[in-house]
């Protein structure tokens, strides 16, 4: 499932290949992709004739803003994807279920095999107040600064595992199970320690490590890994997983301390973590 810097890099791409442009046409396969509407023709006139002026981003929701005040929010769920393609020529793929033809030529499509993704247009002003999901998503760590000792503050309020709190959508928007198992590994902190037992060092070596994890992951374009969908605009796979210090690497060694990683299955989900330097 995408997490927050591939969705960053699908922004920056889109910001790239579609901002100025203006649609000459949406085509809409089945009700599903956009569900919040109530039919196809209402998603499909808010965006017709429309230029795109700009990419913003609340967490994982992609929010493409167009001139007249509207916005055409994307989220990718678990496998969608946004492909840019040069020309309506090109072979689409299995699973495309929204094409928009752009007036200059080349068209955006999103893909998206099992569904969980989604596209509505709705106002940008206010959006946060329309989108129930957006009003309560927690802090963006890649678009709004916070201090360490901010951050600091807000675990010590909260009694729960590091883990849980990390990939907790109201508390951090965007983190999830590949994001939550690296940073805790670049703070040497276990899964499981509760948030309300760090010491001031460890807060600050938990806010680096979240820092400089994100950030790392958008320059090497997110993490694409086997079982996964997740590619960029041009449908080229990201490179961080090459830099994974311990997902999905169990029985290797720590890159740290040449234990072996483990793996855990906690709540329905693995988490891979060592257990001689994340205390
Ligand atoms: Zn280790």
Redesign the pocket.
Known sequence: MPELPEVEVVRRDLEREIVGRRIKEVEVDGMRTVRRHHNRKQFITRLEGKKFTGVDRRGKYLLCRLEGGDVLVVHLGMSGQLLRAKSSRETRAKHTHVVITFQQGGQLRFVDPRTFGEMFVTEYAGVEDQVTELAHLGIDPLSRAMSWEHFGYLMSQRHSKLKSLLMDQKFLAGIGNIYSDEILWGAGLRWDRSSDTLTAQEVRRLYRSMMETLQDAVKHRGSSLADEQYVDLYGKPGEFQFHHNVYAREGES?P??R?TIVRLRVGGRSTFF?E???V
């Open positions: 720590c740290r301390c234990h060592c001689a330097c994340q």
